[in-house]
């Protein structure tokens, strides 16, 4: 045991070094060869951070004006669940597939402050992670969110229910 924490330590260690922050994946990045930031940025779902709600009901009006349906998804840095959907399922290529054309929010209640509070308390969530999802008329189908940590197989089957609803 103590010679898999030793190594694990060095493989941190070296992450670290190298600007890695995934305690994860700490050396994910580091061949030769790898991808640009650029590339990796295209091949996960790009959301639109929300810090109040003003923001999001601005967000939310803009997209039933659109005919758009919405995705709210509530993070947080310091969750384990949150990020595991971002490095999981929010890369999978299918799931990018599935959500092309929904408008994609995150409210980001990683702050403990008046603004996140009221950004749970609005849809009353306990915490993070959230998803919520919102017709093409804005309005969200409470049936349809989902609470923790879904895989890219699962989050796909979900969304293609909510689309056929």
């Known amino acids: 045991l103590f010679r898999s924490l030793l190594v694990y330590g060095i493989i941190l260690i070296i992450g670290a070094s190298a600007g890695k ?11 030769a060869g790898s991808g640009t930031n650029s590339e990796a940025k295209a091949q996960h779902l790009q959301f639109k951070t929300i810090t109040s709600v003003s923001q999001l009901n601005k967000e939310l009006e803009k997209a039933k004006n659109n005919g758009q349906n919405v995705l709210l998804d509530y993070y947080a840095d310091w969750c384990i669940s949150c990020i595991e959907l971002e490095k999981y399922t929010f890369s999978d290529a299918k799931v990018i597939s599935s959500l092309k ?15 996140s509070k009221q950004l749970l308390k609005n849809y009353q969530l306990i915490g993070p992670p959230a998803l919520l999802f919102f017709d093409a008329q804005g309005q969200e189908f409470r049936n349809y969110r989902l609470v923790g940590y879904k895989d890219a197989e699962q989050f796909v089957k979900h969304i293609n229910r909510f689309k056929t609803k």
């Open 101 to 115: 054309d929904f408008v994609l929010l995150q409210a980001d209640v990683t702050k403990d402050n008046d603004d």
């Open 21 to 31: 922050t995934d305690v994860m994946q700490p050396l994910k990045g580091l061949s």
